[in-house]
């Protein structure tokens, strides 16, 4: 019998959505007609079988943790999708939401026993051992998480503490051991796996045993990212944007799954007690989830690390082949991620770190720019000529900018045109500009600006403020202010009277 293949769910702080994620990824394999089981390792807080429609079951992991003898398929409960069973967890009382070392060490050498093809394992947040030797075994490792600054830190946290305690489970185990002393020179206490081959580095020559033992255990680590409760384009941007600076710091492959949209949808199918992809199949968060699910099945559970590059390219992030153009939009798009107040830099970089990123970006850029030193410079990293552009899958680019896409043909525009909000997205996107840059220019919070291209009125504040914002985003695009006034801010008013008749 094949064993099963097994794809762990890991949010390292709560409220990320990562029980959803891990529940409706269960239900759409089953819909495709694979044996799936699902089981519910958040121990002390499991809500696993909320997701799939289910009451309190009558059998948990309490019984397995409670028998020496019991088998964990003993413990399958039937859900009402075809094909997909479910092993709930158990929060009370407190030895089962707090098992033994060598409980769960049962429960891992039993999961690979299971009838199955897929197991998906919603896994606890934190930084526990047992979570982290969960998510190490799995064949599909994601960690999932959201736009806000907490969330993302920890997911940087538990990422490097995945590596140390993988490099634990081994003879390697001493790289990592240091002082108190020691550990505060890293973010967040807790060293990445770059910092840890510096370390050895100095300690080893480069053919060392221990070294070459250890980049293998850096191309083996390769957790993928999901990024839930996306409620804009720059949320989803966000992702890849994470993916990328966690590959450059940690020296290991961080892949980008993609996102799932903000969508009301989830809550009123939690709150029915029914799954997702089953009450709303046609919501946006529903089509998320498929593709996320579909790009996993596809992902190769031997996946090749490739270390990220240190040439100027790949500091800013393009080709070699990039014109001047595109190496000026990544230079600004790339400084806005690596900027001091980015969401993306939290726990990742310390400020004296993160000066020394910003010089090496500034110097690869003027490089870069001027002919005569980048000539030299392609000479010198390219001596028999310059490579084609590389051509990787979608899912796992991490550390290269994506190719530039074609510009939307821009809407006409006259006396009588009337200014919406996707009229204005169009015009923006038409100049080949994102809300970032709106933002720099404005001053005006993505969030607005995302608000009033949406028309998402009820996050708007008062009428004298949207007045205000309109203004400085149509000067932003060069358009007849007053004639934007003049359209959009009827939309706003009806929109607002409407609400509050309601």
Same mark, same amino acid.
């Given at each position: 019998?094949?064993?099963?293949?097994?794809?762990?769910?890991?949010?390292?702080?709560?409220?990320? @959505?990562?029980?959803?994620?891990?529940?409706?990824?269960?239900?759409?394999?089953?819909?495709? @007609?694979?044996?799936?089981?699902?089981?519910?390792?958040?121990? @002390?807080?499991?809500?696993?079988?909320?997701?799939?429609?289910?009451?309190?079951?009558?059998?948990?992991?309490?019984?397995?943790?409670?028998?020496?003898?019991?088998?964990?398929?003993?413990?399958?409960?039937?859900?009402?999708?075809?094909?997909?069973?479910?092993?709930?967890?158990?929060?009370?009382?407190?030895?089962?939401?707090?098992?033994?070392?060598?409980?769960?060490?049962?429960?891992?050498?039993?999961?690979?026993?299971?009838?199955?093809?897929?197991?998906?394992?919603?896994?606890?947040?934190?930084?526990?051992?047992?979570?982290?030797?969960?998510?190490?075994?799995?064949?599909?490792?994601?960690?999932?998480?959201?736009?806000?600054?907490?969330?993302?830190?920890?997911?940087?946290?538990?990422?490097?503490?995945?590596?140390?305690?993988?490099?634990?489970?081994?003879?390697?185990?001493?790289?990592?051991?240091?002082?108190?002393?020691?550990?505060?020179?890293?973010?967040?206490?807790?060293?990445?796996?770059?910092?840890?081959?510096?370390?050895?580095?100095?300690?080893?020559?480069?053919?060392?045993?221990?070294?070459?033992?250890?980049?293998?255990?850096?191309?083996?680590?390769?957790?993928?990212?999901?990024?839930?409760?996306?409620?804009?384009?720059?949320?989803?941007?966000?992702?890849?944007?994470?993916?990328?600076?966690?590959?450059?710091?940690?020296?290991?492959?961080?892949?980008?799954?993609?996102?799932?949209?903000?969508?009301?949808?989830?809550?009123?199918?939690?709150?029915?007690?029914?799954?997702?992809?089953?009450?709303?199949?046609?919501?946006?968060?529903?089509?998320?989830?498929?593709?996320?699910?579909?790009?996993?099945?596809?992902?190769?559970?031997?996946?090749?690390?490739?270390?990220?590059?240190?040439?100027?390219?790949?500091?800013?992030?393009?080709?070699?082949?990039?014109?001047?153009?595109?190496?000026?939009?990544?230079?600004?798009?790339?400084?806005?991620?690596?900027?001091?107040?980015?969401?993306?830099?939290?726990?990742?970089?310390?400020?004296?770190?993160?000066?020394?990123?910003?010089?090496?970006?500034?110097?690869?850029?003027?490089?870069?720019?001027?002919?005569?030193?980048?000539?030299?410079?392609?000479?010198?990293?390219?001596?028999?000529?310059?490579?084609?552009?590389?051509?990787?899958?979608?899912?796992?680019?991490?550390?290269?900018?994506?190719?530039?896409?074609?510009?939307?043909?821009?809407?006409?525009?006259?006396?009588?045109?009337?200014?919406?909000?996707?009229?204005?997205?169009?015009?923006?996107?038409?100049?080949?500009?994102?809300?970032?840059?709106?933002?720099?220019?404005?001053?005006?919070?993505?969030?607005?600006?995302?608000?009033?291209?949406?028309?998402?009125?009820?996050?708007?504040?008062?009428?004298?403020?949207?007045?205000?914002?309109?203004?400085?985003?149509?000067?932003?695009?060069?358009?007849?202010?007053?004639?934007?006034?003049?359209?959009?801010?009827?939309?706003?008013?009806?929109?607002?009277?409407?609400?509050?008749?309601?």
């Amino acid at each position: 019998m094949a064993k099963p293949r097994v794809i762990a769910i890991a949010g390292a702080k709560g409220g990320t @959505g990562k029980s959803m994620v891990a529940a409706n990824i269960g239900v759409f394999l089953a819909t495709l @007609g694979k044996k799936v089981v699902l089981i519910d390792a958040a121990f @002390g807080c499991p809500t696993l079988h909320s997701f799939v429609g289910m009451s309190e079951p009558s059998r948990t992991l309490a019984g397995f943790f409670a028998s020496d003898t019991a088998q964990l398929a003993e413990f399958l409960c039937p859900t009402l999708i075809t094909n997909l069973r479910i092993i709930t967890g158990e929060a009370d009382p407190a030895w089962a939401a707090n098992p033994r070392i060598e409980q769960v060490e049962r429960l891992r050498g039993q999961i690979r026993k299971l009838e199955a093809d897929y197991v998906v394992l919603d896994l606890s947040p934190g930084t526990q051992e047992n979570v982290l030797d969960l998510f190490l075994d799995a064949d599909n490792a994601i960690v999932v998480t959201t736009a806000e600054p907490t969330a993302v830190e920890m997911s940087y946290r538990f990422i490097k503490a995945s590596f140390v305690r993988k490099l634990r489970r081994t003879e390697l185990g001493h790289l990592s051991k240091m002082s108190v002393e020691e550990a505060r020179e890293f973010e967040g206490g807790i060293p990445a796996p770059s910092d840890i081959l510096a370390r050895s580095l100095a300690r080893y020559e480069e053919g060392a045993e221990e070294v070459v033992a250890l980049r293998e255990h850096m191309k083996a680590l390769v957790p993928h990212l999901v990024l839930n409760l996306a409620r804009s384009k720059g949320d989803m941007e966000l992702g890849k944007d994470i993916s990328s600076a966690a590959t450059r710091r940690f020296g290991v492959s961080v892949p980008y799954l993609g996102h799932v949209e903000y969508d009301d949808a989830v809550w009123v199918s939690l709150r029915r007690r029914r799954p997702l992809l089953v009450e709303h199949p046609e919501s946006r968060a529903s089509k998320c989830v498929e593709k996320l699910t579909r790009r996993i099945i596809g992902l190769d559970s031997a996946h090749k690390h490739t270390p990220p590059g240190n040439s100027l390219y790949d500091l800013i992030e393009v080709e070699p082949t990039a014109s001047e153009e595109t190496i000026r939009r990544a230079h600004r798009r790339i400084r806005q991620v690596y900027a001091l107040d980015s969401v993306v830099v939290g726990g990742l970089y310390r400020n004296s770190r993160l000066d020394s990123l910003q010089r090496k970006l500034d110097d690869a850029y003027v490089t870069l720019m001027d002919p005569a030193k980048r000539r030299a410079n392609d000479l010198l990293l390219f001596p028999d000529g310059i490579p084609s552009p590389r051509v990787e899958p979608a899912t796992l680019v991490v550390g290269a900018a994506p190719a530039p896409e074609e510009r939307p043909s821009r809407p006409r525009v006259d006396e009588t045109t009337v200014y919406s909000g996707q009229v204005l997205r169009e015009l923006r996107e038409a100049k080949g500009l994102d809300l970032r840059e709106i933002a720099d220019r404005s001053k005006i919070g993505i969030g607005y600006l995302s608000a009033i291209e949406e028309e998402n009125y009820a996050e708007l504040p008062a009428l004298v403020y949207v007045r205000g914002f309109v203004v400085e985003y149509a000067k932003a695009l060069h358009l007849d202010v007053e004639r934007v006034l003049d359209t959009y801010l009827p939309r706003f008013r009806a929109a607002r009277q409407e609400s509050v008749a309601e």
